[in-house]
């Protein structure tokens, strides 16, 4: 157990539904990360939070995507209007300033049917 | 371009024997990288880093060796145990917030 926390764990929902998905990560990380990884992939990078500040977003998320850390603790990623391509393992990572090491949690993985 | 790539996708071992992982790297500019293990069913889990301006760095077990004038990564791992049984990937990090990963090799032990 690295200590961050996603939650569900699993989800499955059919396409054109909105899905959002939690991470907590340890506490005084002030960095977080969202990645996705599919089958054989590494994981690739979302989006980065400064605290409560998101600093950078990949092209890969697209307007459908967003995400939030509102208090600088937990932070939600939401999909909307999900498509077949977005099923994936979606990743937290959190870090703090003065380690290059990132602590994962297990992942959300999402089916879209 | 940034990209980081693996030379073989499996790699078999017997346990007992030394491993070696491979990767290779087309960004000068990274600042550091890192090894990571992904198990079945979890998330990666950080195993050892080095910085760009190192050659060698050893842990517990394990070994990264970094030749920048190639842009060669690899990652030793002495006395495979079949725990060690995993999904390896490097990933590279340019020394902003970006972290970027291969597509890894995956290590089987043979008992």
């Known amino acids: 157990d690295t200590g961050v926390s996603q939650d569900p764990r699993h989800k499955i929902t059919k396409r054109g539904q909105n899905v959002t998905f939690r991470c907590d990560p340890i506490?005084?990380?002030?960095?977080l990360y969202w990645y996705r990884q599919t089958l054989g992939q590494g994981p690739e990078f979302l989006t980065y939070?400064?605290?409560?500040?998101?600093?950078?977003k990949s092209r890969l998320l697209s307007d459908r995507f967003s995400a939030e850390r509102p208090k600088g603790s937990f932070s939600t990623l939401e999909i909307q209007r999900t498509e077949q391509g977005d099923s994936a393992m979606y990743l937290c990572?959190?870090?703090?300033?003065?380690?290059?090491?990132?602590?994962f949690g297990q992942g959300t993985r999402l089916t879209v049917v | 371009g940034e990209s980081v790539g693996l030379h073989l996708p499996t790699l078999s071992v017997q346990e007992g024997d030394n491993s070696i992982i491979n990767c290779a790297y087309s960004?000068?500019?990274?600042?550091?990288f890192i090894w990571y293990k992904q198990e079945s069913g979890k998330g990666p889990q950080f195993i050892i880093d080095i910085r760009s301006n190192m050659d060698k760095r050893q842990g517990q077990r394990v070994t990264v060796l970094l030749n920048k004038t190639v842009k060669h990564l690899s990652l030793q791992i002495a006395a495979t145990q079949p725990g060690d049984s995993a999904v390896y990937f490097c990933?590279?990090?340019?020394?902003?917030?970006?972290?970027?990963f291969g597509a890894g090799t995956r290590l089987f032990v043979k008992a």
């Open positions: 960004n000068s500019a990274s600042d550091y």
């Open positions: 990572a959190c870090q703090t300033e003065l380690n290059t090491e990132a602590f």
């Open positions: 990933a590279e990090n340019t020394g902003g917030f970006k972290t970027i």
């Open positions: 506490s005084e990380h002030n960095r």
């Open positions: 939070f400064q605290n409560e500040a998101q600093l950078e």
